[in-house]
């Protein structure tokens, strides 16, 4: 049988870093996400008995199938299906991949959805979301729609994400400003192994649930400026744990800082916005809605910016007829 699925990837306002479990990914911190509207995977999946082995290809590139973490993922759907037919996977994503726009939070969650269709299995949102999230720990809050908290569990039935207000509850965007398209030197599931090392780790730790608790208050307040604040105050946080690490992960580049600080000085001139930096280059600057083109525009207008991408928040992963192949 063939399905496909099309997942959004996310970004988070309050981050996680670091594992309890390496091999079920659970966290060592819950998270608060939204769902991008713009940046997508879709990926379709055919198990059937004519493939000699699994094919995976991505973007039209063909992956090795040597250690990959897809293949194993289609293990884990296999076995839950009980079959053990070979599957053939084609994925596209609309936006830069391993840049750190959570490509594989998107390409996971979209694998998972249609994977688990396509090898006869029907599972819940709550399902869907624990599988995902063992083949990419932030796949798992591409599942369930709009913002999305990622509940911080200490087993894996436990540990997996809900909507907490829909799509349309909090009039924001998310302009995504594209610095770089290169790949970044360390992906994440690597450098959260390194996570503990940081002096600040415990630290961090022990405010997180505090901070989780004011931002899901400001956001049903719809109080941007404090929403904001939380926002950016977090992104710093948590890059200084990435920085005081041994050793230490350097994800920005020289045009990672001109942007953040432009982006302050876009809010000095009355155009509130606000950035946050997942594990990698490229800037999310938050803004409202009303103003989500003004601040495109300035941003487009950099000559360290390559593209813009402008997000409102969006679905999580769900079904579709048009089939890559």
Not at 70 to 95: C, E, P, Q, W, Y
Not at 128 to 149: F, H, K, M, N, T
């Amino acid at each position: 049988m063939k399905a496909t699925s099309v997942a959004p990837s996310n970004i988070a306002f309050i981050k996680y870093w670091g594992r309890k479990n390496e091999e079920l990914r659970l966290p060592e911190n819950g998270s608060i996400s939204m769902n991008l509207s713009g940046l997508q995977t879709t990926t379709t999946v055919e198990f059937n008995e004519k493939f000699n082995q699994d094919e995976i290809t991505i973007t039209g590139v063909k992956e090795d199938l040597k250690n990959n973490r897809a293949v194993k993922h289609l293990g884990r759907i296999r076995s839950m299906a009980k079959i053990d037919l070979k599957a053939k996977v084609v994925t596209k994503n609309n936006f830069p991949t391993g840049t750190g726009l959570s490509s594989s939070a998107s390409g996971f969650a979209a694998l998972t959805v249609a994977s688990s269709k396509a090898a006869g299995l029907k599972l819940s949102e709550k399902d869907l979301s624990i599988l995902a999230r063992q083949g990419s720990g932030s796949a798992c809050r591409s599942i369930p729609d709009g913002i999305v908290e990622w509940l911080d569990g200490n087993t894996s039935d436990t540990s997996y994400a809900v909507s907490i207000f829909p799509p349309d509850y909090f009039d924001i965007a998310d302009v995504t400003a594209v610095v770089s398209t290169e790949k970044k030197f360390l992906p994440t599931s690597e450098g959260q192994k390194t996570a503990k090392t940081s002096p600040f780790f415990e630290k961090r730790l022990q405010g997180i649930n505090g901070e989780i608790r004011e931002i899901k208050n400001a956001i049903k307040e719809k109080d941007f400026t404090k929403f904001g604040e939380i926002v950016e105050k977090e992104a710093l946080e948590f890059h200084s744990i990435l920085f005081t690490s041994s050793p230490p992960l350097f994800y920005w580049t020289p045009q990672t800082v001109l942007v953040m600080k432009q982006v302050q000085a876009l809010r000095r001139d009355g155009l509130e916005s606000y950035f946050t930096i997942n594990t990698g280059q490229d800037i999310h600057v938050i803004c409202q809605k009303n103003d989500a083109e003004k601040v495109s525009k300035k941003l487009s207008a950099l000559s360290e910016v390559n593209n813009v991408i402008v997000n409102y928040p969006a679905r999580g992963a769900y079904l579709t007829d048009k089939h890559l192949f």
